[in-house]
């Protein structure tokens, strides 16, 4: 099945519908499909990239965002059941490691599917509590000053009053969905994971990422980056190259089997 234009969730900016493992993209808080932008190109033939649109930004500016995490999950496990009819895998940065890690979980008790693998990335493991405390509901400048301090929002944007006023809402719903998690043990994943991680993050030690291991009953696997939370970005070249190898290792194997 290709993925339909009409399904909002998802979107499929170089539609490959030969390749044999689709790579289901969730972005960071405040971020959206386009964060992604150029992957396809950079991955695998083999590797369909498909990054999650959230409501509130991208072609849903208009739409509400989520303020909480369960039933955004279950809207994106939703939108993603008719596109399960291949292997799949699902990489999630920051806000969108912990959404992708709990839309496996909750795709694991509705139809026992899983990830072929889960790539966290710069997100400490969801059973370690929140050190810091919450700031979605914080006055505008003291907002803005923590969003400034996290270092993903470019200081022309944050001086910009205008464009600000159009990103509050969303950052602060997600913010919200972050902040107002409660981690639920279950037992862990059937799927390989890989947590990633920006040796300068100030925000995500190494140890934080290390404790994902607890959420595998598989393979596990530590990588680190050089840059800070949004080594995303900054150390792309390197990160495609470890997804390159990782991806190329899944579909060879799924190819001769």
């Not at 990160?239 to 190819?255: A, H, K, P």
Request: charged share 15%.
């Amino acid at each position: 099945m290709t993925i339909a234009s009409s399904n909002p969730w998802i979107t499929c900016p170089n539609p490959n519908p030969h390749a044999s493992l689709r790579l289901f993209c969730f972005p960071y808080a405040g971020g959206g499909a386009l964060s992604f932008r150029g992957w396809s190109a950079q991955l695998p033939l083999t590797v369909e990239v498909c990054p999650i649109e959230l409501p509130g930004r991208g072609m849903r500016l208009r739409e509400a965002p989520f303020t909480q995490l369960v039933p955004l999950v279950e809207a994106i496990a939703e939108s993603l059941l008719p596109y399960l009819d291949k292997p799949f895998a699902f990489f999630g940065h920051s806000m969108g490691a912990l959404v992708s890690f709990e839309v496996a979980r909750y795709l694991c008790w509705v139809c026992a599917d899983s990830p072929a693998y889960l790539f966290v990335s710069g997100r400490r493991a969801p059973q370690l509590p929140d050190p810091d405390p919450p700031i979605h509901a914080l006055p505008e400048a003291e907002f803005i000053e923590e969003l400034r301090r996290l270092n993903g929002t470019p200081e022309t944007v944050l001086a910009n009053d205008e464009l600000m006023q159009l990103l509050l809402p969303v950052l602060r719903a997600d913010f919200a969905v972050l902040e107002t998690y409660t981690y639920q043990p279950e037992p862990p994943l059937s799927c390989p994971l890989a947590a990633l991680g920006g040796l300068q993050d100030p925000d995500v030690s190494g140890e934080m990422l290390k404790a994902w291991q607890e959420q595998t009953s598989t393979d596990f696997s530590l990588q680190m980056f050089p840059g800070d939370h949004f080594f995303l970005h900054t150390a792309q070249p390197l990160l495609w190259q470890f997804l390159n190898q990782t991806l190329s290792r899944i579909t060879n194997r799924m190819s001769s089997s």
